[in-house]
């Protein structure tokens, strides 16, 4: 593993579940080690989800995001500050499996929802 690497695995280990950007991500390895390239956090991104190190998450609105929990799960989006929480899933999986009668190989699933911070926010 390069250094690079384990810098960027540190970055998302530690901010999980935060479901940075890649430009985030280059952001914060900056921070770190002043003269990385973003080209290069961009590959070794590239190459993490490849190698199931982490995960990849399309938005519907706004750039990508990667994900520190490779296996999967549900995400809880809110749509007032866009925040993205983690939603484990596992037994509506298991339902899905029983109404299909075959195995779910793969998922993406993200419900909309206004997050309890903003919740608070709305309620002061
Ligand atoms: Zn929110
Ligand atoms: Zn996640």
Redesign the pocket.
Known sequence: MTRQRALILGIMREKCPEHLTADEIFSHARQAMPHIARGTVYRNLKLMELDGEIGHLEMPDGPDRYDANPTPHGHLL?D??G?LADLPVVGLIRDIESAIGTEVRGYTLTIRY??P??RAKNAQ
Request: net charge neutral.
């Open positions: 809110c007032s500050c925040d206004i997050c911070k903003c």
